[in-house]
């Protein structure tokens, strides 16, 4: 009996700390199909989510596709974004993809001759918010409407490829999964339209391929290029024996490995992801993140020199204590050492053995500073002028600056189809060589954004270019001398959203790779700040933009920041800007933080700011000093090239100071009911070794708190939300009924304890009964991923921030007022808002203009589908308008003019000895004073009063 316990003990355990499962192709498709169901029936689907942008920064661009016959239309693919198409030249898009799946793309292609678009979803550059995909989309009416073609579990597209004389012959090149092993990967073709694919490429499964080149006079002549990676959540891996070049001859059905050993590129375990570009039969470019460490000169410290981090790696102690005061206090200055830690300071620490000389060095590295530090050789350019058989690298020196350690996310190459000798680098910079590679200049300018993916050239005009990178699109006549920017649509993909109170609030937002930025909630999208010279939406400061915290005193002070918790107190009205990240002491090892650091005001005291790192800190002088009051809460971290084992949620009670929760990355939740004096892992009923996402205390009890965690990391989709009613001791799943997508953001409704809403990688979700039941809530927004949730508490205000379609707004005031039971209530006719007159309605300052016209929206509640009538009359019985609904089970908007009918005004008259104006646009508005409204329907009926004041 013992050994029986002893062994079921084991598999226990087993089961309790094993790896999370990469979801499988037939969990995402029940997931579509139940998402797609829950649409269909949701009691929210009539609530309108509107977006209030911004669309100035954009968002990352993946590809580009453009019509040679006319280069003013073309499509632009964004990675998390969807597909536009613009007929103008990039002055206006639209978008063609809102009622696909997913918003994530890799690659696109398009036969031009017959108007068949094909879309590869999930993107290819491998990044840390690089979304999965659902395989191989198809439209051939402009984006009306797609059909899935298959290759659902590729979850990345790296190329397509079409056969320009045949759209029914494709060749798809995709990357795979990117978080594990999977088998659907390599190269697939197909002669019937994507109704059957054979693999016709496959090196291991964890080798895809990344790129697809054709000669551009024989689509037979294909070269293929495979990648092996291999992505954590601690590390990543780019290279590998499986990356290499591959050439067919007959249109992608059969494959050669052409880099092979002696071909003259590299063949080694450095190879990492490649681009490709063909000129002709014979002349091929090849771009390779060549992983490969640099030869390492040995370096001899001469006094007078620059002091390096490096320097102190195999500094003796001897040799420090002899160092020059000035010439290292310079050192210790210029790397952002806490003022303690100057020259004498240092010297005795050493002297005393507390500390050692690499300590210097240690004190400095963290996951982003290693990440920019390896000395890897980088960008590399091969040309073969032999159809692949042999290679020779184009250039002597390294070309630096360019990709830095982090190719995987770059390694784009093109080549001017009029000329062999120009080609183009895509990386950090744009970068361009008229003599094949041999010397290359930037043509980057201040206009363009850094972070290049994508690039067309006019084949029929040398200097007219398309770039797309990760602030949009740019369009050149010039090669690269001016640019234009062209970004029209709202696709900023947002980490992080919050609001203050002011009157109108504004909303606060860091993107990715594009900066933190504010505007008011009444901002319009328009081309309006051309003219005044100033966008709505105001820039705060730089990099992947973070979370934002404003002080609720005074809306000027703002902390927010960049990656890897470079955070800052910003005074808007100054302009001063202090930098606030906590430092570890000298001699301790560096605090780890989350790629998207969290922090947090206390509700209590404004003056008390929470920011995470692998401990949770406490400042009470908004950032000026701070105190860790925790130890590391994590599982102590990962050996790894990305920071891992760190915070990424902060929750405190609003009941009580110091009841603080804190979430991480690794899966642990720790409680503390007393300041942070002691610590409580509360996460052991919950699944393992998954990313928590929110912990969140509730604003209606004290010992009720929700967590979300994440799969994504590990290619687990499955959705998991709990909540707890004991501060953590157990949880319930409150998502059991959820469509499989991984959770994201998680907001409680500050007035209404039932009403919670969900963001997942693909919508938004909101539960009536606090978690119960879930209803799909989309209507206006397309299935994006949701990041981040907030609530504007006095206007009762919804903000999403997507991370791909900018920001949306919903009033959610009337749901907020749920009270009722649903099933049961036949009608429910909520509270109507009074209006305020104007002279002005109907009318336009101009007979150009449009008119000033008013609305009054009429929320109702049925359990029942009917057709319901709507009345409304003047205090004294006169019916001075009426309309019908067709009214869905569920939520209702009926929306009134706020104008007479035709009977209705007749009746008025008949009643009233009165003037009645008729506007410009043929309407007569009702006069001000008090009016009724009946809805009537399902058996019921109900009445409201309303006022024009």
């Known amino acids: 009996m013992k050994r029986l316990f002893l062994f079921a003990l084991i598999i226990g355990l087993h089961f309790c700390y094993a790896q999370p499962r990469a979801t499988t192709e037939n969990y995402v498709k029940d997931a579509l199909e139940a998402k797609a169901k829950l649409e269909e029936v949701s009691l929210l689907k009539n609530i309108s989510l509107t977006n209030i942008g911004p669309a100035i920064m954009s968002g990352r661009v993946v590809d580009l596709a453009v019509n040679e016959a006319d280069p003013t239309e073309f499509y632009v693919a964004y990675a998390s974004g969807g597909l536009w198409h613009t007929k103008d030249n990039g002055i206006s898009f639209t978008p063609i993809m809102d009622n696909a799946p997913t918003q994530n793309i890799g690659d696109i292609a398009v036969h031009w001759a017959s108007h068949t678009i094909w879309v590869g979803t999930g993107e290819n550059n491998a990044s840390r918010s690089s979304y999965a995909g659902i395989g191989v989309l198809k439209s051939t009416d402009n984006g009306a409407t797609w059909e899935h073609m298959g290759l659902k579990d590729s979850q990345h597209i790296g190329r397509i490829v079409i056969d320009p004389d045949n759209p029914d012959t494709v060749v798809v090149g995709a990357t795979g999964h990117l978080y594990s092993a999977n088998e659907e990967r390599g190269i697939f073709k197909t002669i019937d339209g994507g109704k059957t694919w054979t693999k016709t490429l496959y090196v291991n499964a964890e080798s895809g391929v990344i790129d697809v080149a054709v000669d551009p006079k024989n689509f037979k002549t294909q070269y293929a290029a495979t990648w092996q990676k291999d992505r954590k959540a601690w590390n990543f891996t780019g290279n590998g024996s499986g990356s290499a070049i591959y050439k067919s001859l007959d249109a992608g059905s059969t494959w050669n490995k052409i880099t092979l050993e002696g071909s003259g590129f590299p063949a080694s375990e450095g190879v990492g992801r490649i681009g490709l570009a063909v000129f002709n039969d014979s002349i091929v470019y090849a771009v390779l993140d060549n992983q490969e460490r640099r030869a390492k000169a040995l370096k001899k410290v001469v006094d007078g020199d620059k002091l390096t981090k490096d320097d102190f790696k195999t500094m003796n102690k001897r040799t420090l204590l002899g160092l020059d005061n000035k010439r290292l206090n310079t050192f210790l200055k210029t790397n952002g050492f806490q003022e303690k830690y100057r020259a004498e300071n ?18 400095l590295e963290d996951a982003n500073s290693l990440l920019f530090d390896t000395p890897v050789k980088g960008a590399e350019v091969y040309k073969s002028t032999d159809a692949g058989a042999t290679w020779s690298k184009t250039h002597e020196d390294y070309i630096d600056d360019l990709f830095y350690s982090y190719g995987y996310y770059f390694a784009q ?7 062999s000798e120009r080609i183009y680098l895509a990386g950090v910079p744009l970068i361009r060589s008229t003599d094949g590679g041999k010397t290359f200049e930037s043509i980057s300018k201040e206009n363009v954004h850094s972070d290049h993916h994508a690039l067309w050239i006019n084949p029929k005009k040398t200097g007219h270019l398309i770039n797309g990178n990760d602030g949009g699109v740019n369009i050149t006549y010039t090669d690269g001398d001016v640019w234009m920017k062209n970004n029209q649509p709202s696709v900023g993909q947002f980490y992080a959203i919050n609001v203050d109170n002011e009157e109108p609030y504004n909303v606060y937002g860091g993107l990715q790779d594009n900066g933190v930025w504010k505007a008011p909630h009444t901002t319009k999208i328009n081309n309006g700040w051309q003219s005044s010279g100033k966008n709505p939406w105001e820039m705060l400061m730089g990099g992947d933009g973070m979370q934002v915290q404003i002080d609720s005193r005074n809306s000027d002070i703002v902390f927010t920041g960049f990656q890897f918790g470079n955070y800052y107190r910003i005074d808007l009205a100054t302009g001063k800007r202090n930098p606030i990240q906590p430092k570890h002491e000298l001699g301790e090892s560096p605090y780890r933080f989350n790629w998207q650091t969290p922090i947090l005001l206390s509700p209590h005291n404004q003056d008390i700011l929470y920011l995470g790192s692998n401990k949770l800190h406490r400042s009470m002088d908004q950032g000026t000093t701070w105190q ?4 590391d809460v994590t599982h102590g971290g990962k050996k790894g090239n990305v ?14 100071f110091g009841l603080l929760y804190v979430g991480t990355d690794d899966g642990l ?27 969140s205390a509730s604003k209606h009890k004290k010992s009720r708190v929700y967590a979300t965690l994440n799969g994504y990391r590990w290619d687990n989709f499955v959705p998991y939300a709990y909540v707890s009613e004991d501060y953590g001791v157990s949880w319930k799943n409150i998502v059991e009924d959820l469509p499989a997508s991984p959770i994201n953001a998680f907001v409680e409704d500050p ?9 997942t990688d693909n919508g938004l979700y909101a539960s009536l009964d606090r978690g119960n039941s879930w209803h799909s809530m989309q209507n206006g927004m397309p299935n994006v991923a949701v990041h981040d949730l907030v609530i504007q508490k006095r206007d009762q205000h919804l903000l999403v921030g997507t991370h791909g379609r900018s920001i949306y707004k919903a009033d959610i005031g009337f749901l907020q007022e749920v009270d009722f039971d649903l099933d ?34 009429v929320n109702f509640y049925t359990n029942t589908a009917d057709t319901f009538q709507a009345k409304v009359s003047t205090k004294d019985g006169i019916t001075i308008s009426q309309a019908s609904l067709e009214a869905i089970k569920g939520f209702n908007v009926l929306h009134f003019d706020v104008a007479f ?7 008025y008259l008949q009643k009233n000895k009165t003037t009645l104006t008729e506007a410009n646009n043929g309407k007569t508005y009702l006069p001000k004073g008090t009016y009724v409204l009946e809805v009537s329907g399902n058996g019921s009926k109900q009445t409201k009063e309303f006022k024009i004041e």
């Open 669 to 695: 939740i720790h409680v503390s009911k007393d300041g942070g004096h002691s610590w409580t892992n509360v996460a052991n009923p919950l699944p393992k070794q998954l990313w928590v996402t929110e912990v």
């Open 346 to 363: 240092v010297k005795a620490l050493v002297r005393d053995g507390l500390v050692e000389p690499v300590d210097l060095a240690k004190y």
């Open 751 to 759: 007035s209404n304890e039932n009403l919670l809403f969900i963001g």
């Open 413 to 419: 190459i093109a080549v001017d189809p009029s000329d």
């Open 824 to 857: 049961r209530e036949k009608l429910h006719v909520f509270k109507l808002e009074n209006i305020k007159h104007s002279g002005r309605w109907g009318n336009s300052w101009s007979s150009w203009g449009n008119p000033n016209t008013p609305g009054l929206d």
């Open 643 to 656: 920071a891992y084992g760190t915070i990424t949620t902060i929750s405190e009670s609003p009941f009580t």
């Open 901 to 907: 009918d035709k009977e209705g005004k007749k009746a």
């Open 628 to 631: 860790s009051i925790s130890e």
